[in-house]
């Protein structure tokens, strides 16, 4: 079965930082990875999704990359600001997933200190 | 505005007094999910619907039903709700099945419900 492991579960940086968040899965057989920013008490948003077939995703301050034969995900972000200060994690789709082929990670808590 | 609405945002209740959550979209998607968030724990999946009709059981089935009578709405139902059922819930969307490389999940904002 399926299973996500992001490191670290928080992390608190100075504003103007670059941070590297990890997420890796143990079956490399997947379809898709997604990036998901949450904030407190709110809803998911998708920040990145990188195809079986891609290497990474840019939108912005956010780089995802992604290496399947090891298992391994990163969010790259960019000079990071207060209001980059969430929740953010990773999910995978494949056939060894949850119930529908999702498998999410518990998040990194993220803050950026001004 | 392309979303996914869920009500009721909070909600306490009592314990046995039956509840619905209700979730609609207006993406015309086909797929569509609910999960529940727990400290440590992180997201769950109770069931899912991969169409009208269509549905399955997550992984934390127990104590909840679904129904997919219209394509954009799937709501969760609590029969007799019971404490260990608080927690924060989600609704989730997607134009696909999430098998499909290139499908987004689209999220609700989340209700968070209390059961004394």
């Known amino acids: 079965k399926q299973e996500v492991t992001q490191i670290p579960a928080a992390l608190s940086v100075p504003e103007g930082e670059n941070l590297v968040l990890n997420c890796s899965f143990t079956?490399?057989?997947?379809?898709?990875l997604q990036w998901f920013r949450q904030d407190p008490g709110k809803g998911l948003t998708s920040l990145l999704l990188i195809q079986s077939s891609q290497r990474e995703q840019t939108s912005g301050r956010l780089n995802a990359s992604l290496d399947k034969s090891s298992g391994r995900s990163t969010l790259y972000i960019a000079a990071s600001q207060p209001g980059d200060s969430a929740t953010y994690l990773c999910?995978?789709?494949?056939?060894?997933?949850?119930?529908?082929?999702?498998?999410f990670g518990k998040g990194t808590h993220l803050i950026i200190q001004p | 505005e392309a979303q996914v609405t869920q009500n009721p945002r909070y909600l306490i209740t009592v314990t046995g007094k039956k509840l619905t959550v209700t979730c609609s979209q207006n993406m015309n998607h086909e797929y569509m999910s609910w999960y529940r968030q727990d400290p440590g724990l992180g997201l769950r999946q109770i069931y899912y619907s991969m169409n009208v009709e269509v549905t399955d059981k997550g992984d934390v089935p127990e104590g909840y039903k679904v129904s997919r009578k219209e394509k954009r709405n799937f709501p969760l139902i609590l029969e007799s709700p019971s404490p260990n059922q608080t927690s924060l819930y989600f609704c989730?969307?997607?134009?696909?099945?999430?098998?499909?490389?290139?499908?987004?999940?689209?999220f609700g904002a989340g209700s968070r419900l209390t059961v004394l």
């Open positions: 989730a969307s997607s134009s696909r099945a999430v098998y499909s490389g290139a499908n987004v999940l689209t």
């Open positions: 079956d490399s057989a997947i379809y898709n």
């Open positions: 999910a995978v789709t494949g056939p060894g997933g949850g119930a529908d082929g999702l498998t």
